[in-house]
């Protein structure tokens, strides 16, 4: 049971540049979400999803796309990197509440993106 | 509108001794939930507690205890006798539970605490 894995660890890119980060998790979760953090900001929510085919958009979302395929899979696109997307990237899922919002949130290791 | 504020960015306190992070919370909601996370300088993040609004008993989990107060709005987490590995930022989270049941809102932290823990 790996929990919540993501792919890569590290990256470099230079501006103007695409990738697309890769989270997964299996533990049949069906809340996923990606954050930002960066120093003294906390932690800020890009994009997420409640469920296989849906996504909704989070505090910070300009510049970033998503996609939930497959349930256990949850992947952010950059499709034109610029210096300001420089940060830590974490996933995380979550079981809905019994009574709505979410259970606590399990996070991946996170991705450490530098754009040059 | 959802807000979670720590007031306190950096905290120092030297070992073995006792400290209180302070979480206070913004909601429109009656049911909500609320979290504990730590993130030690190794980076990754760690689900401490939740707690649900209709709950107000105070919890303890070995040296950590957490004090929820809906009258204040607080959600408060004392660490005793502190540890040099309690050294961590430390994010309070707030998660609105909207009627009907399924819907959802998202999870809101706040700018986290950074304690310090000196030898």
């Known amino acids: 049971n790996a929990g919540v894995t993501q792919t890569p660890k590290f990256r470099v890119l230079k501006t103007g540049q695409s990738m697309t980060l890769l989270c997964a998790q299996d533990m049949n979760h069906e809340y996923m979400y990606w954050y930002r953090q960066d120093p003294g900001m906390g932690l800020r929510l890009i994009h997420y999803?409640?469920?296989?085919?849906?996504?909704a958009k989070g505090e910070v979302p300009d510049g970033y796309n998503v996609s939930r395929l497959k349930k256990q899979n949850f992947l952010l696109g950059l499709e034109s990197a610029a210096p300001s997307q420089t940060s830590v990237y974490f996933c995380?899922?979550?079981?809905?509440?019994?009574?709505?919002?979410?259970?606590?949130?399990?996070f991946g290791p996170g991705t450490r993106l530098t754009v040059t | 509108a959802q807000k979670v504020t720590q007031a306190q960015t950096e905290i120092s306190v030297v070992e073995k001794e006792d400290v209180t992070l302070d979480c206070v919370y913004e909601?429109?909601?009656?049911?909500?939930?609320l979290f504990w996370y730590k993130q030690p300088p190794s980076g990754e993040l760690v689900f401490l507690i939740r707690?649900?609004?209709?709950?107000?008993q105070n919890e303890i989990s070995g040296r950590y205890s957490w004090n929820f107060q809906k009258s204040t709005s607080s959600f408060n987490f004392t660490i005793t006798a502190s540890q040099v590995v309690d050294s961590a930022v430390y994010f309070c989270?707030?998660?609105?539970?909207?009627?009907?049941?399924?819907?959802?809102?998202?999870?809101?932290f706040g700018p986290g605490t950074s304690l310090s823990v000196i030898p």
């Open positions: 707690r649900n609004s209709f709950d107000e």
């Open positions: 999803s409640v469920g296989e085919g849906t996504t």
């Open positions: 909601t429109r909601d009656t049911t909500y939930y």
């Open positions: 995380a899922s979550s079981t809905p509440g019994l009574a709505g919002g979410t259970d606590e949130q399990y």
């Open positions: 989270a707030l998660s609105e539970a909207l009627s009907p049941k399924t819907s959802y809102d998202k999870v809101i």
